[in-house]
């Protein structure tokens, strides 16, 4: 056995005897013939590294009823909300685990499935916090261009991460997000390599993706897709949001700009006719989220409290 699985194992066995067992650090030590600071050391391993799951079997009230209200008034198929915690980066932790549970639950299925996911700080948490699984049967493809314009991996990219989880096959786009023109995206993507997964990305039975702001710290910005002129110019046609690169307004309608013309990532619309799972939170979120709510362009919702309230305010 590798030294590294073996030290996830010994952590998993810490794991079971503190939280199964019931047992406490110095009796996990004596069992394992270790030291009470390297029993606490695995436990602590076995919870980084998303081997244990906490459960909890009793709905939250507040919770339950901030998902109605949010299913009532956008008309969502799909909402879950979780307690806030003291920070929007816990918050976001929180998100993240709930949005992992969902993709788990559609990754456990038996019928073969396609799954799509898009990128983000909150969907790259969510496939980390998943279990190693064996689905062979779905397949994954990105939604997005994999790399930057410098052709680098895209930071917050998902799909390479959740290979190293899952034994589904998982089909990049080995494109930028934004190309730089349109006419760089039309050629690119009318390779014969690029259009297998673009034509699978347009047949997903579910999707998951993350709702960017527009606002000094937004995503396109942040990772070089977009310059700051080309996000004034945006904002000054009234961007809201975006979702996989493509940049809508305030009503959730895909902004009139060229930009949107060199996104490489699958086609967003309204009503898509499948699930559609947006994984989003924080106050600075609140606009792009609920233009995309307006909009239909989703049809699910995991966020946390705060984010619920300001939404249904």
């Known amino acids: 056995m590798a030294s590294t699985e073996r030290r996830l194992d010994d952590a998993a066995r810490a794991a079971w005897l503190a939280y199964v067992g019931g047992l406490k650090q110095d009796e996990i030590a004596q069992i394992m013939g270790i030291s009470r600071q390297s029993a606490q050391r695995l436990v602590s391993q076995a919870l980084s590294a998303g081997l244990v799951k906490v459960r909890i079997d009793h709905p939250i009230a507040r919770c339950l009823e901030l998902a109605r209200a949010l299913r009532d008034t956008y008309g969502l198929d799909t909402c879950e909300v979780v307690p806030s915690l003291h920070s929007v980066?816990?918050?976001?932790?929180?998100?993240?685990?709930?949005?992992g549970d969902h993709l788990e639950r559609w990754l456990m299925r038996e019928d073969p499935t396609i799954i799509g996911l898009g990128t983000g700080r909150t969907l790259r948490a969510a496939v980390e916090h998943l279990p190693h699984l064996d689905c062979p049967q779905h397949r994954i493809v990105s939604l997005t261009g994999n790399v930057t314009?410098?052709?680098?991996?895209?930071?917050?990219?998902?799909?390479?991460?959740?290979?190293?989880?899952?034994?589904a096959p998982t089909f990049p786009i080995p494109l930028p997000v934004i190309a730089a023109s349109r006419q760089e995206r039309d050629a690119l993507l009318?390779?014969?390599?690029?259009?297998?997964?673009?034509?699978?990305?347009?047949r997903t039975d579910v999707r998951f993706v993350g709702v960017g702001s527009i606002t000094e710290t937004a995503p396109l910005v942040m990772d070089g897709f977009i310059t700051r002129d080309e996000q004034q110019r945006l904002l000054g046609k009234g961007a809201a949001g975006e979702i996989v690169g493509y940049v809508y307004d305030a009503a959730g309608r895909l902004l009139d700009d060229e930009i949107n013309d060199r996104v490489s990532s699958a086609d967003l619309g309204p009503n898509p006719g499948f699930p559609t799972i947006a994984a989003a939170h924080g106050p600075e979120k609140v606009g792009a989220i609920r233009a995309a709510l307006d909009g239909r362009l989703v049809n699910g919702l995991i966020t946390d409290e705060e984010t619920a309230v300001a939404l249904t305010a």
């Open 89 to 99: 980066e816990d918050s976001g932790l929180a998100v993240s685990h709930a949005t």
């Open 149 to 167: 314009q410098d052709g680098s991996t895209a930071y917050y990219n998902v799909l390479f991460t959740i290979a190293d989880k899952v034994s």
């Open 190 to 202: 009318s390779q014969k390599m690029i259009r297998a997964p673009r034509d699978l990305s347009a």
